[in-house]
Structure formats: structure tokens, C-alpha cells
């Protein structure tokens, strides 16, 4: 008999924690579990054909606020009566209280990955998650950061593991025949240098200062060409704060990009202005990818990234070093190099997806078997 492992995400748009749900599917042992998915928003839906395609069991709650998704409580219960449900897995707050609320009613285990460090949280969020927090069987941290954050900020009295994100290196492959396709398509000539970053638009990864570095970048060196692959609520600002600087012609916005392999191919440096992270999912896709990586000491990027081996690091808000980092790399070509070597052999020793799969499998086995 299968455990019955049911996800609930606020929802299946392109983000980290999303993007990982598919990716999960395809490597997990579908022999010893069944895999669930409920989310709330429908017109967030980019994963949802990846994961059916890949055995999982889709649906959608509507919920159109994070109030309705709470709400959504009974509808939630009955589902995981009507399947039978083993196990919960929450990932992000909203669906970490509603996973809790099932909880208390079911008495269904419940697993919470936390993504972010508390401190970033707004104050009220804070509060519900330390106040909730013990309504659960286990949390788990996506970076040593994440883990540390918790024990701090709530002291639980559940346990709290870390889980690190992985990549999967098979897939995420440098493929140049695609990258020179894409550059033809988006008229980037075929030996232009390109800056690139895959990211929701949002406040916390500061694509302004992005932009800041990337202007920088550009007064010194005219021929480099940016990609800025994604979509969200900061995306106007962006886009006006270019057209403003006159990179209209050179920074290109292909929106969301379910098949996001041809992009990070053509990508020299990826680069990451975040002000803070938990443990970045496209910042270990570009690794993969073999793009030379400059970035914010952002959260778990320290974990993964060390200064002057994998990539250049900086303080968060220095948008003048991220710009001086990658003006070093076009400058030195073979430290580029060096540095896109080093970031493939990186994850492929220590950010591998199977080992993440394996290791959830042990916490679903532990929590089912009572441990």
C-alpha cells in the first residue's frame, strides 16, 4: 500500500518552492507513495501539466486572498478524507496556517518546508507562525539559515531539520545549440556577453539595483545584453526605470518560461541582487547551467556559493560591487571559466536533487511509521 502524501501550496505559478514540486515528482520511489497537490490561486497554474505528467493528482481550491485561503478549511479536511490522505507537506505561511487548522482537526501529519528566515517575515505573519508553529509534526528548513532561523525566532518544540534545496544536474545541462537559437530569436548577436536572472518581480529580489548594476555595466561595456526572465507585481516599476535609462534595446523581458533551459544557455553571468533568500532554486539551475554566478549574500547563497570559487559575492544593496564583480569577469575571461567549472562541480557534489528526494522520503517513512 502507497503512503498518500498530499502538498498544499498557496500556488502552482513559477516560483522556488513551486518549480521543486514537479521536479520532486519525477524522482520520488511512486512505487512506496502517491502524490497529492491542492492550490488556491487558478490563474497561477504553470506546473500543474508538469505534474500530472508526472503521476501527481491535481486540484485547485479557489481562494483569490490569503482570508478565502484559510477559509478554505472544510474543503481541505474532506479532501483529505475522500483520498485517504497519509501525510500533509505545507510549503510558504498561508498554507503552513491552513496545514495547521487541518491538523487540529484530522490529527493527519503535517510536514512544513519553511523557505525564508523569519526575520523577513511581516510582523503579523511572524506572529501566526510562532503562535501556530507547534500544530505540526515536523518542519523543515531549506537551508542550515532557514533551520537556525526557526529555533531562534520560534523555539519549537517539534522537530526542525534542514533539507537542503537540490538541483536536477541531469536536466539543467548547458545546451548550446539551444542558446544560439535563443539569441537569434531575441536578436542578441551570437558573441555578445549576457547577464541574465530568472525571478519573481517582487521587492525582495531587487531587480531595481539589478537594473542599477546592470547601467553600470553597460556605460563601460555597450555590447552586453541582460535577460530578465519572469513576471510580478514589481514589473512595470522595472520595466519603466528601463525605458527610463535608454536599455530598452538591451535588457530583454521574455515573461514566464515554463522551459527555462535555453535561457539559462545563453546566460554568462547570472545575477542575483536579492535582498535576501532562503536557498534560491534558479540560483542552483544556473549553476548547473554552468553560468558564473554574482551575487548578494543573501540568505542561503553563502551555503552554496563560496567568494572566489563558485562566484563573486557581495553585501545586499551594493549594486556598485555587483556591477565591479561582473566587470572583473568580462575582464578575465578565464576566471569566468574557472568559476562556471567550479559552480557545475558544486551542485553536482553537494546540491544533488535525488539526495533532497531521498531524504524526504525518510522523513515521510519516520512520520508515517509514528517516529
Known sequence: MRIKVLHIIKSLGRGGAEVLLPET??????????????????????????????GGKVSCITANNNLQLIQKLDEVVRYCNKE????????????GFLGRRVFSKTKIPVVYTEHNIQERYH????????????????ALGVSNDVTE?????????????????????????????KGKSLKQRLGIPEDSF????IAVFREQKKLLDWIRAFNAIHKEYPD????????????????????????????????????????FSVMDVFMLSSAFEGLPIALLEAMSMKCAVVSTKAGGVVE????????????????????????????????????????RER????????????SLEQKYFKIYNGN
Not at 42 to 47: F, G, H, S
Not at 194 to 197: E, K, P, S, T, Y
Open 25 to 54: 515528482l519525477a524522482l520520488h520511489d511512486q512505487n512506496k507513495f502517491e502524490f497529492h497537490y491542492v492550490y488556491f490561486l487558478p490563474w497561477k497554474d504553470q506546473m500543474v501539466d508538469i505534474i500530472k505528467k508526472h
Open 84 to 95: 485517504k490522505i497519509d501525510i500533509i507537506h505545507c510549503h510558504l505561511p498561508w498554507s
Open 123 to 138: 510582523w503579523a505573519t511572524k506572529l501566526v507562525n510562532k503562535y501556530t508553529f507547534n500544530f505540526q509534526s515536523m
Open 149 to 177: 532561523s526557526i529555533k531562534k525566532n520560534i523555539v519549537p518544540k517539534i522537530p526542525v531539520e534542514t533539507v537542503l534545496n537540490g538541483v536536477n544536474t541531469n536536466n539543467f545541462q548547458r545546451d548550446i545549440g
Open 194 to 197: 549576457v547577464l541574465g536572472n
Open 224 to 263: 552586453v545584453y541582460g535577460i530578465l526572465v519572469g513576471a510580478g507585481p514589481k514589473e512595470k516599476e522595472i520595466k519603466d526605470i528601463v525605458d527610463e535609462l535608454n536599455l530598452t534595446e538591451k535588457i530583454v523581458f521574455p515573461g514566464l518560461q515554463e522551459d527555462t533551459i535555453p535561457y
Open 304 to 343: 552554496v556559493v563560496r567568494h572566489d570559487k563558485e562566484g563573486l559575492l557581495c553585501e545586499p544593496g551594493d549594486w556598485e560591487m555587483l556591477a565591479e564583480n561582473v566587470k572583473k569577469l568580462i575582464q578575465h575571461p578565464e576566471k569566468r571559466v574557472k568559476i562556471q567549472e567550479l559552480a
Open 347 to 358: 551542485v553536482l557534489q553537494n546540491f544533488s536533487l535525488l539526495e533532497m528526494v531521498r
